[in-house]
């Protein structure tokens, strides 16, 4: 039930985007989208790809919209205003994507990258690598709360933290994995939204969480 309320808020957004885009051809304006976020995953086997937690320019709501992005073969990818490989793109890098018009409404949403610039000076949000110490509140496939353990920006390495997994959350336990829930011991990479409270251990409440494996880490 959880999940499926997000699924309905996805394709929403993205039918409004669909109309957006529509009324800006009729207008006869840059046919691109612009697309802002943290890349959360890479995955190369010939074609690449990248998984995305961030929103669309055109979006008129400040739900995060996590959207995997195909990268074809003449793709521009800036940092510096140099030119770089797709293969130097990782997890963590906060990045500006123009992407093609055309947003399939799967889950995640999915679409063509046509440009990809790394921002270097810009205030991202708070991300983290970490182990999951214990699951404190799961049921019915459901995670509400974790205990991790691992490098959270600004606090340092081995830093502890609960973090909360509410209802608009992106969590596909587990993208390299045929895992449905987390357990002790996985690998984790969260990007949080809003504030981490100051308490022992610390508080926060995730955007996105998806296992990761040391391959990919």
Known sequence: MK?????????????????????????GSDDSILYRGTIIHTHNDGFMTLLVDGQFEASQTSLSTVTEFSLG?????????????????????YVDIKSSPE????????ATALEVVILENQDSPLYME?????????????????????????????TEIYVSVPEGSY?????????????????????????????????????SIIIVTPATY
């Open 103 to 110: 947003i399939r409404t799967s889950y995640p949403a999915q």
């Open 130 to 158: 970490a182990e999951v110490v214990d699951v404190l509140d799961q049921g019915q496939g459901i995670i509400s709360t974790v205990h991790l353990k691992g490098n959270l920006q600004g606090y340092g390495e081995d």
């Open 73 to 93: 073969d003449d793709i521009r990818i800036l940092q510096n205003n140099q030119r770089i490989d797709p293969v130097e793109l990782k997890r963590g890098m």
């Open 171 to 207: 969590y596909p336990f587990g993208l390299e994995s045929s895992k449905d829930l987390l357990k002790s011991g996985d690998r984790v990479f969260v990007v949080f939204t809003g504030p981490i409270r100051e308490s022992y251990p610390l508080q926060g409440t995730s955007s």
């Open 3 to 27: 999940k499926s309320i997000k699924k309905y808020m996805i394709l929403s957004l993205l039918l409004l985007l669909g109309t957006l885009y529509a009324v800006s051809r009729a207008l």
